[in-house]
C-alpha cells in the first residue's frame, strides 16, 4: 500500500483505506509535444493566447484545424484535460477575425458548459469577436441583439430546436454566414436523446450553407468518427492521438465495510455515507474535492452528510462545501461554479451535471459514488482531478449492487477494456416521425430533404395518412397551426415547477419524468440540503406546492408494472427455454409510497396515492421456461423476480447504459407467453439499443449475473446480489438460490 502516501489516498481515512481499498491502478505521467503556431492563424488570436498562457499548440490541435480547414467534418476524441477546446477554436476564432460575414454556432449539452465557453473566450478580448449565450436563460430584451450582432453564438440543442430553427427566418443573417458548427462533449449525444439531436442537426444542416464544417469535441471512446458520422448525418474525421501533457493518476477501488444492524444481520454500508466520509477528510485535508453522486437527492444527502460531519470539526469548514445539480435556478448553479472555480469552495457533491468540460482547475481529487454506468463516464468524471498536468487521485465507492460490486473485485473489467461506441439510432419512428413535421413546418421537405433525414417511405406514407403532412408539387407540407411535440431529452413533458406554498418562490424545477416519484404528495424533497415536504402535485398546472419540514422519515414512491407483447422481431426456441426480442408496450403506475424512519429504514407507514399511468412503447429482450422445466422450484416468483433485478444490475456490463435506463418485468405467468417469464426493456420510447444488446450476447450477459449471484456471501439475497434500489415492490418476494436454478437452466439451454 505504499501508493496511499504517494497519491494522497493515505489522506482519505488511512485505517479504513487498509481494509476497503480491493484494487489500486497506478497511470504515470506522460511528457507532451508542442507544435508551431499554424501560418493561418491570425497574429492577435496568437498573440492572446500567448498572453493567456499558452506558449504553443499540441500537434493534436493543430490538427483538428487543418481538418477543418480542408471542408472535413472533424472530431477530437482525446482525454479530459487535453486542450480540446483551443482545438475547435482555435480554426473558429481566427475565421471570425479575418473573415467579418463568418459566423460559429456553438453547441453544448448543459447551459453550465455553454456559459463557460464564454468565460473562456471572453477572457481572450478578441478584436471582431462578438460572442454571446442564447439559452433558455438568456433575457428576452438581449435576444434580439444576440441575433442581429454575435457573431459566435453559444447555446444547446434545446435552444436549437425551439428557438432557432422555428424562427430561421429572423436568424437568415446569421445562418447564411455559418461557416462552422461546434459539437462540444458529443459523447454526451447517446440513446434517445442523441438520436434526438441527430435530427436537429440534420434540420441545421438543411437550412445553413452546404459548405459548413462540423467541429465535434468526445471523451475518449470507441470509434469516434462513426459516432459523430451518425450523429451529423456525414462522414467525419478523428483526431484521437492526444499530445498533451497528462500528469500521474492513482485509481482506487473502494468497498465499504459490512456492518451489523438491530438484528444482527450484515449489510454493507452505503456508498452515500462513505462518499461524504470520504470527502469530509479530503475537505479536512485540504484537498479540491469533486464527489459524484448518481442521484439528485444522492448529492443533496452526500452534501449535508458532509457538512454536518465538518461541523463537529471545525464550523467553517462546514461552509466549504455545497451540492451541485440540475434543477437549481440560473444565478444558484453560477454561483456555485464560480465558487468553486475561486476555491471558496473546497467539496462539491454534483450528479453528472459537472462531467462535461466545464474547466475547473486545480482540483485535487474525484470521489465517484458507484460506477456510473459507462466507462466513458468513468474517465471523463475521473478526469476532473489533475487536469493541467496535475496529478489525481480518484476513488470509486462500490455502491451496493451487483455491477459495482462485480467491478471492484474483477478490475480488469473496467481498467483493460477499452471504451465504449456512442450508440445512437436516428431510424427510431418515434424520433424520427416527429423531426420529420418539425422540419416540414420550418420548410417543406423535398426529396434531397427526406435523403438526408434517410426516411424510410412507409414511414413517410404513415404521416401523410394520419394527416400530418400534405404533399403538393413543392414538398411535403405541416398541416397543423401549431408546432409539432417533440420532447428532446425524454422527460415526459414540461418541467415541474417546485414552489414555497407560503411565501410564492421559485425552489427549482424537475423534469416531469420523475415527478411521480420524487415530488408525489406527501414527498420528502431535499433541495441545496434544504427539506421540504410536498402539499400538492398538480400534474396540470406542472407545479408542486412544497413546505419546508425536516420530517424523521424519508419516503419512497412504490409502482406497479403492466407489459403487452406488440411483435416479435426475433427468437431463439432452445427447446423448454425461449429468448425472444421484440416491441412491447408498458404501463407504469405510481400507486402508493412508504414512509422509513431516518437511519434505522424501518417502514412506518404506507400511503395510496392517486396518479395517472404512464405508457411506453418500447423494445424489450425476455425469456420464457415452460413450467415443466421450473417445477422443481419452490418460490418461482420470488426466483424469476430475483434473477430479474440481477440481470438488471449486470446489464451495463455488457450495454453501454446505466441501470436507471432500462427497466424490468417478471411473472410466473405471463398472459401474453403462457409461461413464468423475465422481461427486461429499454426506458425510452422506441427503445435505446439496449435490449438489442442483450439478445446478441445474452450468453455472456446471463453467465455474468448468475456468477455475480453466487459469488456473494449473503444468506437471502441483499443489494450486491439481486436487491435493487428501484424496485416497486419493495424487493419482495425474491428468492437467492431459485435465481441461480433458473440461470443455470437458461444457460444449459442457450449454450
Not at 475518449?220 to 499530445?243: F, K, W
Not at 406497479?560 to 416491441?583: E, K
Not at 419452490?634 to 430475483?642: M, R
Request: aromatic content about 6%; hydrophobic content about 45%.
Amino acid at each position: 500500500m505504499a501508493l496511499l502516501a504517494a497519491s494522497g489516498l493515505a489522506r482519505l481515512r488511512p485505517d479504513a483505506a487498509r481494509e476497503a481499498i480491493t484494487h489500486i491502478e497506478f497511470r504515470p505521467s506522460r511528457a507532451g509535444a508542442s507544435a508551431p503556431w499554424p501560418d493561418w492563424a491570425p497574429e492577435p488570436l496568437v498573440t492572446a493566447l500567448i498572453e493567456a498562457g499558452i506558449a504553443a499548440p499540441w500537434p493534436h490541435q493543430v490538427a483538428v484545424g487543418e481538418h477543418a480547414r480542408a471542408g472535413h467534418h472533424t472530431v477530437v476524441a482525446t482525454g479530459t484535460g487535453s486542450g480540446k477546446s483551443l482545438a475547435y477554436l482555435l480554426p473558429a476564432l481566427s475565421e471570425l477575425i479575418t473573415e467579418p460575414t463568418a459566423r460559429v454556432l456553438y453547441l453544448a449539452p448543459t447551459k453550465a458548459l455553454a456559459a463557460d465557453q464564454l468565460r473562456t473566450v471572453a477572457a481572450l478580448d478578441l478584436p471582431g469577436v462578438r460572442a454571446a449565450v442564447f439559452d433558455g436563460d438568456t433575457p428576452r430584451d438581449e435576444r434580439d441583439w444576440v441575433r442581429q450582432h454575435a457573431n459566435l453564438v453559444l447555446t444547446n440543442p434545446d435552444m436549437l430546436h425551439h428557438g432557432i430553427l422555428p424562427g430561421h427566418g429572423r436568424w437568415r443573417r446569421f445562418l447564411r454566414g455559418l461557416r462552422y458548427v461546434i459539437v462540444d462533449e458529443c459523447h454526451a449525444y447517446r440513446g434517445v436523446f442523441g438520436s434526438h439531436v441527430a435530427h436537429v442537426l440534420r434540420r441545421l444542416r438543411r437550412l445553413t450553407p452546404r459548405d459548413v464544417v462540423f467541429l465535434a469535441a468526445s471523451a475518449t471512446s470507441g470509434d469516434p468518427a462513426a459516432s459523430v458520422g451518425r450523429l451529423i448525418g456525414a462522414e467525419a474525421v478523428a483526431v484521437s492521438e492526444d499530445t498533451a501533457p497528462r500528469g500521474a493518476m492513482t485509481f482506487a477501488l473502494w468497498e465499504p465495510p459490512l456492518q451489523k444492524d438491530a438484528s444482527g444481520e450484515e449489510h454493507r454500508r452505503s456508498a452515500l455515507a462513505e462518499t461524504a466520509d470520504l470527502l469530509t477528510d479530503a475537505v479536512v485535508a485540504g484537498m479540491r474535492t469533486l464527489a459524484f453522486v448518481p442521484s439528485r437527492r444522492g448529492a443533496e444527502v452526500v452534501s449535508a452528510m458532509t457538512r454536518r460531519a465538518l461541523r463537529e470539526v471545525d464550523a467553517q469548514l462546514s461552509t466549504q462545501v455545497a451540492a451541485y445539480r440540475g434543477g437549481y435556478l440560473r444565478e444558484d448553479r453560477r454561483a456555485l461554479e464560480r465558487a468553486l472555480l475561486t476555491g471558496e469552495l473546497t467539496g462539491l457533491a454534483t450528479t453528472n451535471a459537472l462531467e462535461l468540460g466545464v474547466d475547473l482547475t486545480g482540483l485535487d481529487a474525484v470521489l465517484l459514488a458507484g460506477y456510473p454506468g459507462r466507462l466513458a463516464s468513468l474517465w471523463q468524471q475521473a478526469g476532473r482531478a489533475g487536469r493541467a498536468g496535475r496529478d489525481g487521485l480518484c476513488v470509486m465507492v462500490a455502491r451496493d449492487d451487483p455491477l459495482d460490486t462485480y467491478l471492484v473485485h474483477n478490475p480488469a473489467a473496467l481498467f483493460d477494456r477499452p471504451v465504449e461506441a456512442t450508440v445512437l439510432d436516428p431510424g427510431n419512428p418515434y424520433v424520427l416521425g416527429p423531426h420529420l413535421c418539425a422540419a416540414a413546418m420550418e420548410a417543406p421537405l423535398t426529396p434531397a430533404d427526406l435523403a438526408l433525414f434517410d426516411a424510410p417511405a412507409e414511414l413517410v406514407d404513415e404521416l401523410v395518412e394520419a394527416g400530418a403532412l400534405r404533399r403538393r408539387p413543392t414538398g411535403l407540407y405541416w398541416t397543423h397551426p401549431q408546432r409539432p411535440e417533440v420532447d428532446l431529452r425524454g422527460t415526459g413533458g414540461a418541467p415541474i415547477a417546485i414552489v414555497e406554498a407560503d411565501s410564492g418562490r421559485l425552489v427549482g424545477t424537475l423534469d416531469a419524468g420523475s415527478a411521480h416519484h420524487a415530488l408525489h404528495d406527501g414527498a420528502v424533497y431535499l433541495h441545496q440540503g434544504t427539506s421540504y415536504v410536498v402539499d400538492r402535485l398538480d400534474l396540470d398546472d406542472a407545479t408542486a406546492l412544497v413546505r419546508t419540514e425536516e420530517p424523521d422519515y424519508t419516503t419512497h414512491a412504490r409502482d406497479v408494472t403492466n407489459l403487452d407483447i406488440v411483435a416479435v422481431r426475433s427468437y431463439v426456441d432452445a427447446g423448454p427455454i425461449g429468448l425472444f426480442l421484440g416491441d412491447v408496450d408498458v404501463s407504469h403506475q405510481v400507486v402508493s409510497y412508504q414512509r422509513r424512519a431516518v437511519g434505522s429504514g424501518e417502514v412506518l407507514g404506507t400511503f395510496p396515492l392517486d396518479l395517472p399511468p404512464r405508457e411506453l412503447r418500447t423494445v424489450a429482450v425476455w425469456t420464457t421456461l415452460s413450467p415443466e422445466v421450473v417445477a422443481g422450484i419452490d418460490d418461482l416468483p420470488g426466483s424469476l423476480h430475483a434473477a430479474e433485478h440481477a440481470a438488471i444490475g449486470l446489464l451495463p456490463l455488457v450495454a453501454t447504459c446505466d441501470r436507471w435506463d432500462i427497466g424490468g418485468l417478471s411473472t410466473a405467468l405471463h398472459y401474453d407467453t403462457g409461461a413464468p417469464t423475465i422481461f427486461v426493456y429499454d426506458g425510452h420510447p422506441g427503445g435505446a439499443g439496449f435490449a438489442e444488446r442483450a439478445y446478441g450476447i445474452a450468453g455472456h450477459w446471463l453467465r455474468a449475473t448468475r456468477d455475480a449471484i453466487a459469488a456473494c456471501g449473503c444468506l437471502r439475497g441483499c443489494p450486491s446480489c439481486v436487491q435493487s434500489p428501484k424496485c416497486g415492490n419493495g424487493n419482495d418476494p425474491l428468492d437467492k438460490e431459485g435465481a441461480i436454478v433458473v440461470l443455470d437452466l437458461l444457460l444449459a439451454a442457450l449454450a
